[in-house]
């Protein structure tokens, strides 16, 4: 299976600021990856496919970028309402794998 | 618009078994794939495996094999995921999610709690 390792598994940062996630895959995953946020209770939600494609719907203060086994999830000007879980997803190869996650809380 | 509507959720003794459902609307059921997936409290995604709506085809995570079974109703657009021999590893929300690859629609999850 491919390992997905997310850091950091905490963030603290004040509104307005810029954020930034990181995903490594245990080996090349060509660009078969996905980000989502996940709220409490909630089910998680798409934010970014193949890697750098914004989903319908979702801020453009949202981007994601990387390639090989190195990807990256950036939060531009961090609001109140992104407050939040987020994970990556690699859908290369099965079974698909996700990262420990990402909770992202306001400084 | 695309609806995944999960049943609800279920205390189940050790043992047991329980079947989930997943009713979807908005979208041509039997072109898509559907997948489930665990959620542990405070924990990790894990896939548990897919079907594909028209023809029932599925694919599981090994891990998973034995435990859950997929299987889907085209004539009420309906996947279902039966999980068997329950223990208290099994205690977690279960999501049923559309797409081959990655996710734009999730059901509101289904909570499991095994507990005798």
């Known amino acids: 299976d491919i390992q997905m390792t997310q850091s950091p598994a905490s963030l603290s940062a004040s509104l307005g600021e810029t954020v930034t996630i990181e995903c490594r895959a245990s080996e090349d995953i060509y660009n078969g990856l996905a980000w989502y946020q996940q709220k409490p209770g909630k089910s998680p939600q798409l934010l970014i496919y193949?890697?750098?494609s914004l989903h319908t719907g979702v801020p453009s203060r949202f981007s994601g970028s990387g390639s090989g086994t190195q990807y990256s999830l950036k939060i531009n000007s961090l609001q109140s309402e992104d407050v939040a879980s987020y994970f990556c997803?690699?859908?290369?190869?099965?079974?698909?794998?996700f990262g420990a996650g990402t909770k992202l809380e306001l400084k | 618009e695309v609806q995944l509507q999960q049943s609800g959720a279920e205390l189940v003794k050790p043992g047991a078994s329980v079947k989930l459902s997943c009713k979807t609307s908005g979208y041509t059921f039997s072109n898509y794939y559907m997948s489930w997936l665990k959620q542990m409290p405070g924990q990790n995604i894990e896939w548990i495996g897919n079907i594909y709506g028209g023809n029932g085809g599925t694919g599981y995570n090994q891990k998973f094999k034995g435990k859950a079974t997929l299987t889907v109703d085209k004539s009420s657009s309906t996947a279902y995921m039966d999980l068997s021999s329950l223990t208290s590893e099994d205690s977690a929300v279960y999501f049923c999610a559309m797409g081959s690859d990655w996710f734009a629609y999730w059901g509101q999850g289904t909570l499991v709690t095994v507990s005798s």
């Open positions: 997803q690699q859908y290369y190869d099965y079974p698909y794998t």
């Open positions: 193949n890697a750098n």
